[in-house]
Structures are given as structure tokens and as C-alpha cells.
């Protein structure tokens, strides 16, 4: 299918969303405010910090340190920030350039509403009204709440709750070739991306609350597809006693409710978990209950590290090389029994299946074409407002390692055992100066998945 049958398939689609929304506030990272920022604390002071390789701000020297190691290895990152006091450090030291929704929920919501699917419903257990309105006003896109103890789809819009705290992301974003000075050294950023600062609010709870949860089996009826995010905000302990057992016991009772009455595929977005405790149950307990994850090569070596491949997990990191990729994506496909695995990085995207997939590797390859396709439209516009943007996308070429690409993929076929899978692999269509690069993860997975389930539902197998 090209994209604009995918389209055609879309409107008669829908998918329900939990859990993470947030404020995205935007700073656009130059020349001047980094080198700033290294004179303010010092290269020195900056380099001794980054050897600590802070896990978490605790303080805006972490911040410093972590945001260099990304401008220096050009990998997108996000490191969390639960001391809610340096809000005031940042909002006086930063100028914003844009603000607008954000957290998995929120980007995908309003990508799905603009390319018109039937009904896309998301859910956060916290929507203040900043929140609230950053969504598009679009009649498809609606907020699941009770009334009078019955299931009600509102507009989102207009489905805020007075008093609900406002999650704030801070996104620091970085061009490829931007120059600084470090002490001796000249850094040039080899890659565009951006970092994250994830605000983790005491108040955020990564749940369904209890007066929805009696629905979602009736929720997991109406839709097509469900996509769950957000578990990297899961903390180990809570002020009230609870503890990160407690919401990973929750997050798997809400999937087998969603997949009480009806079998419908549920894909993960899973983004990057510092604890590594954490990480360990988000991917022994919530993996194997989904069919889809979708995830970046750095987030599969960081599972690989705690289920038991540190090696290949260092190589991932050190090398970055296809064959340790595809080796890496089967481990997990097959110890979490999962359905299908979604790999993008900077050059390519990937699919790793079984050979029992009714999916032949050519619609594979279709979908996964939507999926950059979409990307490159966000990352040439900064958002996609309407189908018809993916004209601009389908325009950008395919990067210059595509074909560099497919070599070392048809290589690392024959060097690896891959007799009982579907493995396929397509180039990036990579926009040289994108006007952002905040979601492009997240709307590669939303595009694969769906794309995944519109093919299912037109062969008739699902």
C-alpha cells in the first residue's frame, strides 16, 4: 500500500492511548547559549561530572554534564528530574522558543486525529487544563471518563480537571555541525537531536484510576489498536508507601482488562528507564503481555544489560553495528514472547517477527515506509496537521547511508541464524535541517503499528 491507501484504511480506525501527557517546553540550542553554559560551570567542573555519568538532576551541574555527553556523541537522550525545585533554576536561565504538548500520549493523539483516523481516545491519569488545550480540536479525538457510573467520551479539550498539576519536559534541542569549546577541546555535534529533562511530579501516578478501570474492557472493544507509554515515570518509591511493584501490578491488570472481551494488539513505546531495576520488571512483566514494542538501538542494549547480555549490550553501544542490532532485537523478540519488535534508529527502521507472521516481508517493508514517511513530514513541517502532509515527507530522500545500510543488513543475514524469522530493514528519509526533532520516535512507532494492524485487518486476519 502507498500512503495515501494506508490513509483511506486510517478512517476507519481506531486506537486507544495511556498514559503520559505533558508540556513540552522548547529551547533551541546555538553556538552562544551552550558555550554559556560551559563558561558558567566550567569545562572542568563539567568533564568531572560527566565521568560520575549523573542517572538523574539532582542539581543543574547533572543537567550541564548530560546535556554535553549528548551534544558530543549526538545521541538523543532523556534523563528524569524529580527535585521540582530546579523548575525555577531553568525557567530563569532558559528562554523557551516554543511550547506545546507533549509525552508519547500527547504526540501520538494529535498525529492520529490529524491524519483523520475514526476515533483516537487518549487517556492520562492527570489533564490539567494547560495540557488539555494543546491538544487539536478535532470531533475524532476524545478523553474516556464516567458519568453517572457510565462510560462517556468527551472532547478532550474540554475534559481538563481543575487542579491537576502540569508535567513540564524541558527539550533542548541541537543541529548537526554546531561548534563549541570545552577546555582544550572543539566540539562539533555530530548529529541532530535533542535532550530531554523529564519532570517526574509527585502527583503523577502511571495508573488508570479506579473509577475508569471497570471500563477498559469495554474500551478495549471499541478500538483497533492500544498503544501504552509512559513507565519510564514509574518510580521506586512514593511518598504514600507504594512502590514501583505496586504500578507494575496495576500496568499489567489494565492490559488484560483492555484484553478481556477482545483480542485487540497492544503495542509499547518503550523509552529510556535509568534504574535498571525498573527496567528489569517494565520488561519481564509488562513485555510479555503486549504483541508490538517499539524501541531505539540504545534502548536495546540498555534491556540487553539487565536481562542478561552485558556483552552484546557494550558492543551495541560501542559499535552501534547492524548484526548486533538484529542479534540483540531476536533476544528480546523471543524472551518476551513477543509478536513483533520495531527498531528505528537515526539511518534505518526494522521489523523483527517470526516466519509465522502472516505478513509478507514486502508489506512489512510498506508499513515500515509509512512509518519514515511520517517522520520525515514531521521533521520537515515540526508537526503533521493533515494527511496531505505526507506528500512533503514521501519527498525527502532516503539518507546517504541507505545503501550502506542494506549492505551491512545482507551481510549481517548471512553471518546471523535467522532461518524462522521475518527480519526487514528500510533506510530513513532523513530531513538534513528538521525544524524538530522531538517525537520522531514516537511517530515512527505510531505510523508502523497502525500501518501493522491496517494491513491485519485488510488481509482479514485480524
Known amino acids: 500500500m502507498k500512503w495515501r491507501e494506508f490513509v483511506r484504511e486510517f478512517s476507519n480506525m481506531s486506537i486507544y492511548l495511556a498514559y503520559n501527557v505533558n508540556v513540552d ?13 560551559v563558561d558558567t560551570f566550567g569545562a572542568g567542573n ?58 508519547q500520549v500527547g504526540i501520538i493523539a494529535n498525529l492520529l486525529a490529524n491524519l483523520d483516523f475514526k476515533r483516537v481516545i487518549a487517556y492520562s491519569p492527570l489533564l490539567g487544563k494547560r495540557q488539555a488545550e494543546m491538544f487539536v480540536d478535532k470531533e475524532n479525538l476524545y478523553y474516556p471518563s464516567v458519568k453517572e457510573e457510565m462510560l462517556r467520551l468527551e472532547g478532550i479539550r474540554r475534559a481538563y480537571k481543575e487542579g491537576d498539576p502540569v508535567k513540564v519536559n524541558r527539550i533542548f534541542e541541537f543541529r548537526k555541525g554546531t561548534k563549541f569549546r570545552l577546555g582544550d577541546e572543539v566540539v ?4 541532530s537531536g535533542r535532550f530531554i529533562v523529564s519532570s517526574r511530579l509527585d502527583e503523577l501516578r502511571i495508573e488508570t484510576k479506579d473509577d475508569l478501570r471497570p471500563f477498559l474492557p469495554q474500551i478495549g ?20 508507601g507504594k512502590t514501583a511493584d505496586y504500578y507494575i501490578r496495576r500496568a499489567k491488570k489494565d492490559i488484560e482488562l483492555l484484553k478481556r472481551n ?21 520488561v519481564r512483566e509488562i513485555f510479555p503481555l503486549a504483541d508490538s514494542v517499539g524501541m531505539d538501538e540504545a534502548e536495546i ?5 539487565v536481562i542478561g547480555y552485558p556483552e552484546l549490550s557494550d558492543r551495541i553501544f560501542n559499535y552501534n553495528r547492524i548484526e548486533d542490532v538484529v542479534l540483540g532485537g531476536k533476544i528480546i523478540l523471543d524472551e518476551t514472547n513477543l509478536e513483533i519488535l520495531q527498531i528505528h534508529t537515526i539511518y534505518y527502521i526494522m521489523y523483527i517477527t517470526r516466519s509465522s507472521n502472516p505478513l509478507s516481508e514486502e508489506e512489512l517493508r510498506a508499513s515500515l515506509e509509512l512509518a519514515t514517511t511520517l517522520a520525515a513530514s514531521r521533521a520537515s513541517l515540526g508537526d503533521v496537521k493533515s494527511p496531505e502532509d505526507l506528500k512533503v515527507g514521501a519527498k525527502v530522500p532516503y539518507n546517504e547511508q541507505g545503501e550502506y545500510v542494506k549492505l551491512r543488513f545482507e551481510e549481517a543475514r548471512r ?30 512507532s505510531a505510523g508502523a503499528f497502525s500501518s501493522y494492524i491496517a494491513f491485519l485487518r485488510k488481509k482479514g486476519v485480524y
Do not use: C
Not at 64 to 86: C, D, S
Not at 432 to 442: A, E, I, Q, Y
Open 46 to 103: 563539567i568533564l568531572k561530572k560527566l565521568d560520575e555519568y549523573p542517572r538523574q538532576i539532582d542539581e543543574p551541574l547533572d543537567f550541564a554534564a548530560r546535556l554535553i555527553h549528548a551534544l558530543r556523541t549526538g545521541k538523543p537522550n532523556a534523563v528524569p528530574m524529580f527535585n521540582q525545585k530546579l523548575n525555577k533554576w531553568f525557567d530563569s536561565h532558559f528562554k523557551y522558543d516554543v511550547e506545546r504538548i507533549g509525552g
Open 262 to 282: 477482545k483480542d485487540v494488539k497492544v503495542h509499547v513505546e518503550f523509552a529510556s528507564i535509568q534504574d535498571k531495576d525498573l527496567r528489569k520488571k517494565v
Open 25 to 37: 517546553a522548547i529551547v533551541y540550542l546555538n553556538e552562544k547559549n551552550i558555550q554559556k553554559l
Open 188 to 191: 562539533e555535534v555530530p548529529h
Open 221 to 240: 472493544e471499541m478500538v483497533d489498536g492500544i498503544i501504552l507509554s509512559g513507565y519510564q515515570g514509574i518510580k521506586n518509591f512514593y511518598p504514600d
Open 301 to 305: 542494549a540498555h534491556i540487553l544489560n
Open 415 to 444: 553471518r546471523i541464524r535467522t532461518r524462522g524469522y521475518k527480519i526487514v530493514i528500510i533506510p530513513t528519509r532523513l530531513v538534513k535541517n528538521p525544524v524538530s526533532t522531538v517525537g520522531l520516535g514516537d511517530t515512527i
